[in-house]
């Protein structure tokens, strides 16, 4: 084998070892390069996959958010709504309270207003059957009567406001209030006592605006107290005006047991009876203020007099 022959031998060795050598590279670095893309592959896969689980929980998360909010909204709602509940049953109770309060004060009235007429209709019962056997012929039995149903009258007017005034329309005499206050308590026929009635120069000669059936019937109450509470002496019923011309003053004075002053006032009250022996509903001074005090007057218990009761009634004029 000559020279040339070993020399192209050796090349071509050496070209298909380097070839081989090359290949072999080349399938490492293929098989490298598939590893790397399966790495690659797993971590894109990995990291899709992390993506996915991660919009998952976010919108889990926004689901729970939104459930979350709803179930505040809902706690919200129900507070409201107890709170609404809780206003209501206090405005009810509250209703219901006074609804109470207000049956507890009707029935106290119903059960006053029962005390109060229970002794008026007994003597209007009386007086009415006293009429009846007489043939209604008993003039002072009628004429109890017709006080007995002033009363009556006189009772539903006691709580009056000011508003309901009693109206000043008739142009009198005041002898002629007082004359009429006389008969019709029946006072200057009583025989265990001594009555005077005393008008005033200056009142006997001027005339009054007023309405004298109203004047007539607070002065009745205060004749029809003292001939009660005093069973001897006098009782004088004065009439006369102030200085300056403006107030029409009527006085009934008594010599009888008397008010203490510590009373002056209770003894104005409805149904009040200092003194339980003597019949009566405890409504005359009552009913007497009252009427005075609607028609723009008043009427006051004198507690400096210590000789038995003293009532002082002013009008205006």
């Not at 709580?159 to 008969?183: C, F, G």
């Not at 009552?286 to 004198?302: E, F, H, K």
Request: hydrophobic share 40%; charged share 25%.
């Amino acid at each position: 084998m000559n020279t040339l022959t070993i020399i192209l031998l050796l090349t071509t060795l050496g070209l298909a070892l380097a070839l081989y050598l090359q290949m072999r590279a080349s399938r490492e670095q293929s098989v490298e390069g598939s590893k790397l893309l399966d790495d690659y592959q797993k971590r894109v896969d990995e990291q899709e996959k992390l993506q996915s689980d991660y919009r998952d929980l976010e919108k889990h998360f926004d689901n729970m958010g939104e459930g979350y909010e709803q179930a505040l909204l809902m706690y919200d709602k129900m507070e409201e709504n107890t709170r609404n509940l809780e206003t209501t049953n206090k405005r009810l109770e509250e209703q219901n309270a006074d609804l109470l309060r207000q049956k507890t004060r009707l029935e106290e009235q119903v059960r006053k207003a029962s005390e109060l007429l229970d002794p008026v209709v007994a003597s209007l019962q009386k007086e009415t059957a006293t009429l009846l056997q007489h043939g209604g012929a008993d003039r002072k039995a009628m004429g109890r009567l017709a006080r007995l149903a002033a009363r009556v009258a006189g009772i539903a007017q006691i709580d009056k406001d000011s508003k309901d005034a009693i109206e000043r329309e008739d142009n009198i005499m005041p002898e002629q209030i007082a004359t009429l206050a006389v008969e019709q308590s029946g006072i200057h026929t009583v025989d265990y006592l001594k009555f005077e009635l005393q008008v005033s120069p200056y009142a006997a000669s001027m005339m009054v605006l007023t309405n004298q059936q109203a004047a007539a019937d607070a002065l009745t109450e205060l004749l029809d107290n003292a001939q009660k509470f005093t069973t001897e002496g006098r009782v004088s019923l004065r009439v006369n005006v102030d200085t300056e011309g403006t107030t029409l003053i009527f006085v009934v004075e008594d010599t009888g047991m008397g008010i203490p002053a510590a009373d002056a006032e209770r003894v104005f009250e409805k149904g009040v009876r200092l003194n339980t022996y003597f019949d009566g509903s405890g409504l005359g001074l009552t009913i007497a203020r009252s009427i005075a005090r609607r028609m723009g007057g008043d009427l006051v218990l004198d507690t400096s007099y210590a000789a038995g009761a003293r009532f002082t009634m002013t009008l205006p004029i």
